[in-house]
């Protein structure tokens, strides 16, 4: 396992991302003043984003029923752990946004290769509790043996 993102698991059968790149700010709103360089005052953490990508060979990775799943759960507005599978936690995560490039393709127009990139927004851990996807559900299920 590369990475988890709520129930979804980055592996080679699913989405086996080959670059993690990770964007983190703080935010510090300038004051101009007369004849001197203007002032700033740090006023707290500012965005926290993730960008997966890499290349999918749906005859031996995941492929498009992959990506559509992580849209499912994009669709539902909600954010998701996201535990690296040395697991090491990064917080309740969104997903912002997937690219996909499907090319040499096969007779049928299904892809032979598929290129992704998804962003993932990092959201406040306590706010985002509020809006925590289906996980807890799943957990719950699992401790009571509906899974087992």
Do not use: N
């Amino acid at each position: 396992m590369l990475m988890a993102l709520g129930m979804f698991v980055f592996e080679t059968r699913s989405v086996p991302y080959q670059q993690l790149q990770r964007r983190t700010e703080w935010r510090h709103p300038s004051q101009s003043r007369v004849g001197e360089r203007p002032a700033y005052q740090f006023v707290g953490v500012g965005s926290d984003t993730i960008t997966l990508s890499g290349t999918l060979y749906p005859a031996f990775t995941g492929g498009r029923p992959s990506l559509d799943e992580i849209r499912d759960m994009a669709d539902k507005g909600k954010a998701w752990p996201l535990v690296e599978g040395s697991g090491r936690q990064y917080g309740l995560f969104v997903v912002t946004g997937i690219d996909e490039t499907a090319s040499t393709l096969c007779r049928d127009g299904t892809p032979a290769k598929i290129e992704f990139s998804m962003t993932l927004e990092h959201v406040d851990d306590q706010a985002g509790a509020a809006a925590l996807g289906d996980i807890t559900l799943y957990s719950q299920a699992v401790l009571q043996g509906a899974y087992a």
